[in-house]
């Protein structure tokens, strides 16, 4: 297992390329731009990778803004069944003309200083990589979303994340996004490596899912990637205490009152989708 790891400061020109990966975005790839737009460091590109045929305009308003700031901005599209966004941030990285990179999801929104600051430490050797402390829900006012998290904290230990957001290029082209792990893809190098990324008081916002279906979709992508079927199925028996149980823990750090009985049949939904899952892996 290897700790955070260190390298030599970057010298001469800093170039980022903040890499989108899209699927059926079309909600919230033009606010996730132009947040990316609006960024106070301006040596930048972004990088729209449409990951497989959307079913709704994300690609045409990837190739729209490409179009407006022909200079500034680069679309694709990974034909075929899209694979995650690991596989659009590798294929991004690869045409990507920065020596940093930042990982984005097109449901994320920046504060203005986000690149400016978290590409300081990369610039002076302190980690190859770095990611924000906590993840503010961006649609807060929705019953679903708010469930989803209305705080989400980075770090796995004090300090410390299994995930990067900005990153050396030439250190992650050496160690691509692993697609088959699914919604753990952005844990690859510290599934495979044990490395660790610092964490920084970034400003960041998350959409969160905010419906019975985008919330069932999600955690269908959740289930898809958890090992042990057998867990899932073996809390079948017991699964209305397993929302219960959900439930306290979940008001224990979110109180708020719509959430007592709504919380319930929403940890209900989201075992139901891993269920599915989990059977499917059984047959």
């Given at each position: 297992?290897?700790?955070?790891?260190?390298?030599?400061?970057?010298?001469?020109?800093?170039?980022?390329?903040?890499?989108?990966?899209?699927?059926?975005?079309?909600?919230?790839?033009?606010?996730?731009?132009?947040?990316?737009?609006?960024?106070?460091?301006?040596?930048?590109?972004?990088?729209?990778?449409?990951?497989?045929?959307?079913?709704?305009?994300?690609?045409?308003?990837?190739?729209?803004?490409?179009?407006?700031?022909?200079?500034?901005?680069?679309?694709?599209?990974?034909?075929?069944?899209?694979?995650?966004?690991?596989?659009?941030?590798?294929?991004?990285?690869?045409?990507?003309?920065?020596?940093?990179?930042?990982?984005?999801?097109?449901?994320?929104?920046?504060?203005?200083?986000?690149?400016?600051?978290?590409?300081?430490?990369?610039?002076?050797?302190?980690?190859?990589?770095?990611?924000?402390?906590?993840?503010?829900?961006?649609?807060?006012?929705?019953?679903?979303?708010?469930?989803?998290?209305?705080?989400?904290?980075?770090?796995?230990?004090?300090?410390?994340?299994?995930?990067?957001?900005?990153?050396?290029?030439?250190?992650?082209?050496?160690?691509?996004?692993?697609?088959?792990?699914?919604?753990?893809?952005?844990?690859?190098?510290?599934?495979?490596?044990?490395?660790?990324?610092?964490?920084?008081?970034?400003?960041?916002?998350?959409?969160?899912?905010?419906?019975?279906?985008?919330?069932?979709?999600?955690?269908?992508?959740?289930?898809?990637?958890?090992?042990?079927?057998?867990?899932?199925?073996?809390?079948?028996?017991?699964?209305?205490?397993?929302?219960?149980?959900?439930?306290?823990?979940?008001?224990?750090?979110?109180?708020?009152?719509?959430?007592?009985l709504f919380l319930p049949v929403y940890y209900?939904?989201?075992?139901?989708?891993?269920?599915?899952?989990?059977?499917?892996?059984?047959?």
């Amino acid at each position: 297992m290897m700790p955070i790891v260190k390298s030599k400061p970057i010298k001469g020109k800093i170039f980022v390329s903040s890499i989108i990966a899209a699927y059926n975005e079309e909600e919230h790839l033009a606010d996730c731009i132009q947040y990316l737009l609006k960024q106070t460091y301006n040596n930048t590109e972004i990088v729209i990778v449409e990951n497989g045929e959307s079913k709704d305009r994300t690609y045409e308003i990837a190739k729209s803004y490409e179009k407006k700031y022909p200079k500034k901005v680069r679309a694709f599209s990974i034909p075929g069944k899209q694979k995650g966004p690991g596989n659009a941030w590798n294929y991004g990285v690869k045409k990507a003309k920065g020596n940093i990179i930042q990982i984005v999801g097109a449901d994320l929104r920046y504060g203005k200083e986000y690149i400016a600051e978290g590409i300081k430490p990369i610039i002076q050797g302190k980690s190859v990589g770095i990611v924000h402390k906590e993840e503010i829900c961006n649609n807060v006012n929705n019953l679903w979303a708010r469930a989803f998290f209305y705080k989400r904290n980075s770090e796995h230990k004090p300090g410390l994340s299994k995930v990067f957001s900005i990153i050396r290029k030439d250190y992650l082209l050496k160690r691509p996004f692993n697609s088959a792990l699914g919604y753990t893809d952005d844990q690859t190098i510290y599934i495979t490596e044990g490395t660790e990324f610092p964490t920084f008081n970034l400003e960041v916002f998350h959409t969160n899912p905010a419906s019975f279906s985008d919330t069932w979709d999600h955690s269908k992508w959740v289930g898809r990637s958890i090992t042990g079927s057998w867990k899932i199925i073996a809390i079948f028996p017991v699964f209305l205490i397993y929302a219960i149980y959900k439930t306290i823990n979940h008001l224990k750090k979110d109180f708020y009152l719509p959430f007592i009985l709504f919380l319930p049949v929403y940890y209900l939904i989201r075992y139901f989708a891993y269920l599915v899952e989990a059977v499917k892996k059984i047959i």
